[in-house]
């Protein structure tokens, strides 16, 4: 006996497509809106299609303006009246979903889970993240990876990872950061550290620079100080780690690099989202294949 | 004292640029023609500059249809012309001179070195082409590499270190060669490893191949088994390793890619020439810094 | 102006007359008591040589039985005695305190610092800890770590990098862990994975586990399960993690291994508490060199 | 249908038993003379069980003093008394046979192969080698491996994976080789590299070294400018790489460390002339399991 067999995919991107694709691989009846590909089955009442559903997934983010779904194909409906289709006994799932429309799912008492909120999810998307990383870098110079003098601000997930992939490769990898720990972890790993602070007083060695701190650590005292052909990459969330002011005035290059993994591997991370959707059913003892 | 310091580098693309850069840090006088570059001396007169130099340096092949040199810019004169302007107290440093190039050279009794056939030049151009192998890979997937299953063909130089670099990304790697011993290094390395006349039984296995072998080891019977979103990517040399014209007919994703090192890190690899040159010099005592 | 500079060691074993080199080498002026070591300045009058230190470092444990010094060779006075040497302008240093010794300092007012607390000293013995692993390891097997099945336990610093060494030594190795996230992090490292309570399911497949959860998680159903030749290593602290009386019953080879770092390596274990001395000199201002 | 499937071994150590055990894995019938194990079958009538036997496996080295096998326990018979026992039926096998013995094979017109003379027997020895130098630095040094700076001579197999596996501990290591391309490979790899020739010069500032190369290139220039406490471990063959007389005279800590498959790990070094065996035999057709 199956249960919350049946789903519904609302909105998105590719990353939904190949979720879709997972999905169906792994025993759900799936169906889709807002979305195209030949393959998957596509809704075209989309009431009915709720109401014959178990559970409603909305993309990553589940929207941008707080009115619509975010989606690459537009959707004429918008999240009141796609809310109005959904009765309580429904399963809802979406990434940043954000205090407006929780709120609406709340007074309508519905069952919702935040799949980006997951520690799995983040964990697992530090390895797209990691690759689009090396993709941004290897596009960006004419010489190697190999041998060059490469900075990474902070020392958490991302960074952690993106340290020992560019030193497999042959880069000298310099760890920046704050706390004393980090600071010796890095050391034990054989990585060269630096504390943030006194990093002004060498960034001219380095050919390019990683932040991953949401905190503008690279400050103007820093920029101009590196080199003239320096690349700095930014995969750091807001408040961002680099004074653009200065770095604009300045002419440096700066690289800005949201949501790597949609970008780069939109098909590992569709997986990423749709094994996170199957942790947290399972879990909550919600799934029977 | 110097000896031996005046250089003229003569046609050849972005490398040549960075090779001047380099040998000029390192301690040369450096002019170049047939490129152009703002910060570095441009020769008016070909024939005066050849007799002010001690050494004239041609590019990465000398030449492509053996009467001019090859160049991003055009020549006016062609290789006879050039050579005409050339004494035998001259030292010559070509790429890939060729047969009838080199005759040239003997019948005017010239001093000549080929950079492209020293073991030092090879070795480190591995470093940008496994650079070009990640950055095809990268752009041609929309999935991680961690995690993929990838064959890599042959196990020289070239194979290793990428192995070794996929390994430590996250790929599953398995190694295909023909000989006995490669196959056990490859396993003490903790690769899988599969005979190349094996491989077509586990072929539908693999996202990607990457085939090093200049011999046509993916043959039909292998195309005929992978599977339909398999990536392949040859970075062989002629004869090339892939059954193209199987390929081709079966609708098979095959990626050729020749001369990496210039197009990946065309810094490194103008580096890695201006090294080897000057190898050379010292091993034959020919440079006075 | 030097401030602080002058160290009496008083107890403990060769890790302290390590500590006292490098302490030397520092620049600090120091003399031992309670050891013996013919390159460095013997203290005969205890009472008077405290009186003329700046500093005093106690061993680790400062005690074994609370009321004498920890030390290999026999000191007269007990610690009450060598308290009742001790003004409240001396700094003291100890490691391992305990609440019975911590009282009497507070009692008299000093200044004490408990230098195995500070998490740098906690990282930095993570890596004598390893190759105190590997040590125990090899001593206790005659066949190669590399191709292996290892199981490590826990995943912690020490695991970590455990697992990491025996990986690069060509060990197959599965980190059974409890926390989905500790899973995931082991799997993206590409580990094998396995959840502790499931085991015992597949226990027979090792040839050796590590543990480093202070906590019994290596049950009676686990030991039962295993190999007869299997090699159960314990790093963890109390109450340490194997069931002993079922590992007894059972005829099971379990090695104990606690405190590696003084006993695999005491030299960089003694260098690291002369660090951690340091760094809190340093951060607390109490140190002009 | 089974055929040469009757192996008697005779003579040798501990590996022989484990080699024993393997085969019988693998579906031989197998039988010891000259060695002792309570679980496998000991031939009293050693020229009988010759006769009933299709292979004869002898150990490494065949024999000592040209005369008697090899073995823990001692043979009563003679070499040339066993020989007298085979008919020309049989195959065998043996380790550095020499060329006494291997004369008296080829006039009786025998069968015999060396299976110490097969390359990926050498390749699969490098693991249990490289254990065995970590043991012996293990067991030397009261500091950690990691952060000590290591010499490796030589850049063959052992070397290799020698320097891979201390880089992954975290010692920094620097190859020291001869050969331009030797030097130009290890620095690829990201290790630190010195022209031999030129090792005396740096030879202070290492904790560590280790020798692969069968030549005396640890002269005593080179043993006179070391420190006092460095440590050399010499894992080479005859002629050896340190001048010893020089090393006794001036006091240096140099280990021999010949053989160290055997002495380390007996029961992989045993599978490994097991697996030998087998691959000679499926090569030449002998063996139908």
Chains 1, 2, 3, 4 share one sequence.
Not at 103 to 116: G, I, P, S, V, W
């Amino acid at each position: 006996m199956k249960k919350n067999n049946r789903i519904i995919i609302i909105g998105g991107d590719n990353r939904q497509l190949y979720m879709a694709e997972y999905l169906i691989k792994t025993g759900f009846d799936v169906s889709i809106y807002g979305l195209i590909d030949s393959d998957l089955k596509y809704v075209d009442n989309l009431k009915n299609s709720i109401k014959n559903s178990d559970i409603i997934v909305f993309p990553l983010p589940v929207s941008k303006d707080g009115k619509n779904i975010n989606s690459t194909l537009p959707i004429k409906e918008n999240i009141d009246d796609i809310l109005s289709y959904i009765d309580d006994d429904k399963i809802i799932f979406g990434g940043i979903i954000g205090k407006g429309i929780e709120n609406k799912f709340k007074k309508k008492n519905l069952r919702y889970y935040d799949y980006f909120c997951r520690e799995e999810m983040t964990l697992k998307n530090t390895v797209p993240t990691v690759q689009g990383i090396l993709k941004v870098i290897i596009e960006n110079i004419d010489y190697t990876i190999h041998s060059s003098e490469i900075a990474v601000f902070g020392y958490g997930r991302v960074a952690k990872i993106t340290s020992d992939v560019l030193l497999a490769i042959g880069a000298k990898v310099t760890v920046c950061a704050r706390k004393k720990s980090d600071l010796v972890s890095a050391e034990i790993k054989k990585f060269n550290s630096c504390n943030i602070k006194d990093f002004y007083k060498i960034s001219n060695k380095f050919n390019i620079i990683i932040n991953t701190v949401p905190d503008p650590v690279i400050d103007r005292n820093i920029l101009e100080n590196i080199r003239n052909d320096c690349l700095i990459i930014d995969v750091s969330s807001a408040p961002y780690g680099i004074d653009f002011a200065s770095a604009h005035e300045l002419g440096v290059k700066a690289v800005q690099c949201p949501s790597l993994p949609g970008k780069v591997a939109p098909k590992t991370a569709g997986i990423i989202i749709g094994e996170t959707i199957i942790d947290i059913l399972k879990e909550e003892n919600l799934w029977i294949s």
